[in-house]
């Protein structure tokens, strides 16, 4: 129990930034850069943090501790490499990875989740899949066991990137300000709970998937309880 309570406090992104900043100074980005193309392009890494890293990185700009354009132009290089690898990943293993037994390190729930995903939006999964946790790892290596062109994979993932490293840290960046502005609040003091309310919008996108493929399947299901109910009564 304890070790996983120190888990979890080791993968707050208030904890990993102030970590980096004492252990690793004026390298914290290079830091910030594995945690962003472990998260993004490696199927081990769909537990860290990225979303709510972003958006609190964005808040430390705010504060003076880390220069918001170095960070952009890091972060996004981290983002498209992450997605580049998750992609040729995908590309070598193929089809045989959606048979791929459970594992420590790896659950075929998140790959069938991204999969779907991909099925439903197509190349847009790449962009969209930013937004989306869990989905955001997988998608790039679905899309590579799908043999998805590689030109129009770097297309949506340039986009993809671009987006999603920007509007985090801009939201990070001028929610502070504006908060400290209006409010007299440092968001910098109250970290803890911006993660909590991150996490939270990030996870909507999910839960709105499973709510809507559970409605589907009931639905589905319907049609064929009411015909197996005709069946027995034309019977007796």
Do not use: C
């Not at 037994?101 to 099925?119: M, Q, T, V």
């Not at 996490?199 to 589905?220: D, G």
């Amino acid at each position: 129990m304890e070790f996983l309570r120190d888990f979890f406090h080791y993968l707050n992104p208030k904890v990993i930034i102030e970590t980096f900043l004492v252990w690793l100074g004026p390298f914290t980005y290079i830091g910030l850069f594995l945690i962003v193309f472990t998260e993004t392009g490696l199927a081990i890494g769909f537990f860290l943090p990225g979303d709510s890293l972003l958006v609190v990185a964005g808040l430390f700009a705010a504060a003076g501790k880390l220069n918001l354009w170095i960070m952009m132009v890091t972060l996004f290089i981290a983002a498209v490499v992450g997605d580049a690898v998750g992609y040729y990943s995908g590309k070598k293993v193929g089809q045989a990875i959606f048979t791929r037994p459970k594992s420590r390190f790896f659950n075929p729930k998140h790959l069938k989740r991204a999969h779907e995903f991909y099925e439903r939006h197509g190349g847009k999964t790449i962009i969209l899949a930013r937004f989306v946790p869990i989905v955001r790892t997988f998608a790039p290596i679905v899309a590579g066991a799908a043999d998805m062109r590689y030109r129009d994979f770097f297309v949506y993932n340039v986009v993809g990137g671009f987006l999603w490293v920007t509007s985090m840290l801009l939201t990070g960046y001028f929610l502070g300000e504006a908060v400290e502005r209006v409010f007299g609040i440092k968001l910098e003091d109250h970290i803890e709970k911006v993660v909590v309310v991150v996490v939270f919008l990030s996870i909507l996108p999910i839960i709105h998937e499973y709510l809507k493929e559970k409605y589907k399947r009931k639905e589905e299901e319907q049609p064929e309880k009411n015909s197996t109910v005709t069946v027995n009564t034309e019977s007796s």
